[in-house]
């Protein structure tokens, strides 16, 4: 692989450090998660089990077996499916199988792709939102840079950075949906049953993510474009009489455009993991909240399982930034 060069060796070795860093994670939240205080069987089985009881839970889910075991039946799920026992029953899991949940008995991985449209909705819709209001705001803070406009701005998105997003969710549905009465209180129907409902009941947790986010991407796109705007290549353009509008729209633009991949990334990924905060305020059936609910109950499958995915599309995320930050700018990729 040392042998390889250009974008092509350059996405593959990023594809096989995602690989690895996959696999690192998926051990240490496994060990973190069934190497803890507590009997799992006894838990699972609930408080009223006799001894027997518990003792027959825990075989049936080789709590039992060495952890080393237990994490490659864990793993030979993943690759090529297993057989749950579920008292009085087996039950085949394909793969990918994240195991059952303790509670239902119901695949973990079905429970996650019955729960993903909800969470993708949410994270695609705010970071569109975020991108257009955050970008905007930091051009438009530089373009006026040295004015009102540019304190009251800089004002705003400092306000928007120390404000947690309960907050701003609790008072856009007092205010909007509350006491205006111009949208409804945020309920999820599903896209391919109405489009336009879908879109109408998303509004409000898309704009009380975008909010927020969209302000650290407004002092990233401010201070990217004023660091370009220092250069010397920028005063060469002013001294040879090119527009400041050109200037900062072709070239000051350009220079943020790394920095707000990368950040890009590893929100979109965090919120395609669940973002728990916002689902559970606005009811979502979304990861997040389903994750929440399974933590009340010591619902261990379902926990593991999900922050798996937390973790694979915050690293898939990050991957694919990685790729277009070398399109962006090749000079980050070895020649």
Known sequence: MTGLSGLGGFVLRRAVGALVTLFALSVIIYVVFYVTPGNVAQITC??????????QVAEQLHLNDPLYARYWHFLEGLV???????GTSVQHCSAPCLGLSYQSDQEVTALILAKLPVTASLALGAMALWLVIGVGTGVLSVWRRGRLTERLLTTLTLAGMATPVFVIGLVLMIVVCGQLELLPFPQYVAFTDDPEQWAWNLLLPWLSLALIESATYARLTRASMLETLAEDHVRTFRAYGVGERAIIWRHALRGAVAPLIAVNANNIGVLFGGAVLTETLFGLPGIGREMVEAVKVVDLPVVVGMVLVTGFFVVLANAVADVLYAVADRRVVPA
């Not at 090529?80 to 579920?86: I, P, V």
């Open 80 to 86: 090529a499916g297993q057989d749950h026992s579920t």
């Open 46 to 55: 609930g408080p009223r089990c006799s001894p027997a009881q518990v003792q």
